[in-house]
């Protein structure tokens, strides 16, 4: 049993330096994760550009809500991952399990980067493309278990929230990485060389930070507990089966989804990644300075998940995580809210001054969330949002009398919209375009910019918000993985503390931009988007004050 194992069995002890062993069990096992994070999130930081070369067949509204979707595809897969990675690594160890992850990964994302686009092969690009997503959510699915749990089986007692907050610091350190790439490729190779094949440049990068890892992690040794274990005989035969079709195991499944990881899962995309798409998408800010901006804020914030971390090793893993729970649903609201200020003060008084309603009868109003663009919204009230979706116009919604036909009202002026049933195919493209253009030069008219204003940025306060959604980020997942590991016993560890982790951030969380800009379409408010990780973070709330258990003081080799 090494040092560390050894005090950790013994739960005693007053903490001792870090070894040598433990710098590099951190080491290659963050720097293997932050590779896999990297290559996840390339996907994510590029879905504008990737629904221009893979969804082109589309409408630029459906083109971003496939692309989305696509993105999102690569998390629901991430608990099936889990389960099969999870069974492996509970099974034959924790270190060859994600050494396979890790090539899957790496393989697929560059991929992504020399797969022909929509003009070239057709729907096949966008078929491919989301099959790569696929095999990238299976991997990450078995990723994240597999180095946090030998991260927290090589820990010694009293330290293991510091120890394994350091892979909590790999997925913002992935996203910074993929932004700093995007960032320095886009500005050497100009807007227009980058939309057209620059964007392939980060995705072909990973071919050679996929060799480093993998170089890495051929030099690292079993997990102490795992090989206690296994010396013992005592590893499951069938973990999926026992971490699941026991009830006793079971009940703790369903409460670290429910009371802890769904919760975290929202704030972490939201902090990060919505708040990205709502600069971008809702206020306007250029994609560059967005990405700047967000970088900055990551670097900000990101050392907090060490303090919080270390912290949980005193205070606690729950009260942490409830309460960034809890500031989330207090102030996301007023956060946003400050961040359109700051980043678009022209647009905000554009909304103030010039409300824009759109008039109709409820009844001609659809849902339009339609990914996979087998549906087509015609009715005066869809082409009316359509118009304002497209020009990322937040209005309210007023019912109009039964059969009327829908109106767009910018201020006091009134734009009829039309019927595209009732007009001839002949006519139809120079109905809509006339339309359209109406409806631009009158919110032109009434103030609303077609983009942020560089001049009229306040680009520290935009930072600050930014960095304290990123802080709420640290508050709920510095130390989440430590909690996760404690929770379960070794032999079915692995598993166990995956399967929860994946739904929460690969269901909860990954479905957040597709869920969040859908209720937005739908609402016409752009703000509204929150209410999605507001409800679920104070689900969360709720079930772990009242579920949850405090694990910092968990012996973990007193559970084989």
Known sequence: MTGSAAQDAGGGGAPRPMSREERRVILASSLGTVFE????????????????????????????????????????????????????????????????????????????????????????????????????????????GGAATYVAEHAPAGRRGAYTAWIQTTATTGLFLSLL???GTRTALGEAAFNDWGWRLPFLLSIVLLAVSVWIRLKLAES?????????????????????????????????????????????YTGQFYALFFLTQQLKVDAVTANVLMALALC?????????????????????????????????????????????PDLVVAQERNRVVVWADPAQCSFQFNPTDTARFTSSCDIAKQVLAAHSVSYDNEAAPPGSTAEVRIGSHRIASFNAQAVAAERLWARETAFRQTVADTLAQAGYPTEANPQKMNKPLIVLILAYL????????????????????????????????????????????????AIVAQTGNMYNGLWYPIGVAAMTLLLGMALLPETKNVDMYARD
């Open 224 to 268: 102490p507990a795992f090989q206690r274990m296994k010396a013992r005989g005592r590893t499951s035969r069938a973990p999926v089966a026992e971490a699941f079709g026991r009830w006793q195991n079971l009940k703790v499944v369903l409460i670290a989804l429910l009371g802890l990881t769904a919760g975290q899962a929202v704030v972490w």
């Open 37 to 144: 994070w990297y290559d996840f999130y390339l996907y994510g930081a590029l879905a504008t550009i990737i629904a221009q070369q893979f969804f082109a067949g589309l409408d630029a509204t459906s083109a971003f809500l496939f692309a989305l979707l696509a993105f999102a595809a690569g998390f629901i897969v991430r608990p099936f991952g889990a389960l099969v990675f999870g069974r492996l690594g509970d099974m034959i160890g924790r270190k060859y399990t994600f050494l396979v992850t890790i090539l899957i990964m790496g393989l697929a994302t560059f991929m992504v980067g020399v797969l022909p686009n929509y003009a070239s092969i057709g729907v096949a690009a966008p078929v491919i493309l989301i099959g790569l997503r696929l095999l990238q959510g299976l991997a990450l699915g078995g990723e994240y």
């Open 300 to 344: 900000l914030g990101t050392p907090f998940f060490l303090v919080f971390g270390a912290l949980s090793d005193k205070v606690g893993r729950k009260p942490l995580i409830m309460l960034g729970c809890a500031l989330a649903v207090a102030t996301y609201f007023p956060a946003f809210q400050w961040l359109a200020q700051a980043a678009n």
């Open 470 to 517: 990123v802080l709420l980020v640290t508050l709920v997942y510095g130390p989440i993985a430590a909690m996760l590991a404690e929770l379960f016993p070794t032999r079915i560890r692995y598993t166990s503390m995956s399967l929860p982790y994946h739904i929460g951030n690969g269901w909860f969380g990954g479905l957040l931009p597709t869920m969040s800009f």
């Open 181 to 183: 790439v995007i960032l």
